[in-house]
C-alpha cells in the first residue's frame, strides 16, 4: 500500500467511506426511472437485465470522473467547464435557471401525488407544496451532515420497500439468471438505452464533487475512498433497480398488467401490490414511492443549489467568496427558486408549451453535454498526468456520451411529435 493510501485509511474511519456516493445515487433513481425500469420488466420480462447491471457500471464510470477531476484539481467541475469556453456557460447558464423551475413544480407534484394516496384529506398540490417547504427547511443552512442523515434515511425505506415487492413477487431464479446474457428483444432497443441510462443519471451526477467537498473529502489523498464510496453506492443502486425489474416481471409481465407512465406508475403499481398482497403492503409500497420522490427532491434542493453558487461566483470572479459556498447568498437564491416559483404555477396548473419544448432540449443535451467534457477534461492538460483518464474510463465514457446522445436525439424528435400532434 502507497504512503497516500495508508495516510487515507488511517485518517477516515470506516464508517465515514459511504455518503457522497449514496446521496448522488439516491437523488438520481427518482419515479420515473423506477416506472422505465418497471415498464421495461412488464414488456420484456428479465431480457433487459443486463442493461440494468450496464447503467450501473456506465454510471459508476461517470461519477468517478467527475469526483476524481474534483479530487485531482481541486477545481469544482464548473470551474473545469469554464476552461473549455465560454460555450459551456452559454449553454449551463439558462439550463440550471429553466430546469430548476419546471423540477421544483415535478418534484412537489411527485411527492404530492404519494402523500395523497397515503394521507387523501389533502390534494395533490397541498402535499406538494408541504414538501418542497420541507426540502426548503432541511437545506436552507447548508448543513451537509444533517442533509445526509435524512437521505440515507430515505435511501434505507426504498432499498427495503423494493426489495420486499420483489421478494414477495418470488423471483424465477433461473429466468433471472439467462436476462444477463446480452439480447434485444424486437423493438426494444430504446428500452434497452433507456433502462441502461436512466439507472441514476441526472443534473446530480455532475454535483457529484461538491458532495465531496462538503463531505471534507477535497484532495487527491481521498482517491480510494471516493471510488469506494462511489461503487458500494451503485451496487446498492444496482440492487435496488434489480429488485423494480422483478417486479416488472414476476408481477405486470406475467399477468399482462399495464402501468401508467411518470409517477403516475408508481401509483398505479401500489394498487396492483395492495390487490394482490394485501392493503397494508400497497400502504408500504406508497412509502417508499414517497421515499424515493423526496429524495430527489432534498437532493436537487442541496445539489443543484450548490452548483448555481459555484456558477455565479466563478462568472463574477468570486468562487471563493462565502456568498459562493453552501449556506451563502446564491446557494440560497436558487432553493428560493426552485420553491416558492414552481409552487406558484403547481397551483395554477398552467403549463407553457414553449416553456417545456426548451427544458426537454436543454434537459437531453445535459447527459451527452457532461460525458463529452469528461473526457476532455481528463485527457487533456486540465487534469494532472497521474489522474488523467485510462482506457477502461475512456471507452466507459465513450459509451455513456453515445447512449445519452441518442436518448436526447429520442427525447428531443418525441417531444417535438407529442407537441405537434
Known sequence: MSQAARTESSETPRWRILGPGLVVAATGVGAADLVATLIAG???GYALLWAVVIGCVLKVVLVEGAGRYSLATGETIFQGWRRLGIWTTIYFGPYIVIWGFIYGAAAMAGTGLALTALFPF??????????GLI?????WAGRYSLFEKFLAVLVGIMFVTMVAAALITVPNIPELLK???PTIP???????????GGVGGTITLAAYGYWLREKGWHTPKFMRVMRIDNATAYVVTGIFVVATLIVGAELLYSARIAIGTGDQGMLDLSKVLADRYGNWFGKLFLIGFWAAAMSSLVGVWNGVSLMFADFMGTIRGKADEPEAKSGGL????YILWLTFPPMIWLLLADEPTWLILIYGVLGAFFMPFLAVTLLWLLNTRHTPVEWRSKWVSNIGLTLCA?????LAYDQIRTSIESLLG
Do not use: E, Q, T
Open 179 to 181: 436476462g444477463l446474457a
Open 186 to 196: 424486437d423493438g426494444a432497443l430504446v428500452n434497452v438505452l433507456s433502462v441502461a
Open 402 to 406: 453515445l447512449i445519452f446522445a441518442w
Open 42 to 44: 412488464s414488456k420484456y
Open 122 to 131: 389533502a390534494s395533490v398540490k397541498v402535499w406538494g407544496i408541504v414538501s
Open 330 to 333: 446564491w446557494y440560497r437564491a
Open 135 to 139: 426540502g426548503l427547511a432541511i437545506v
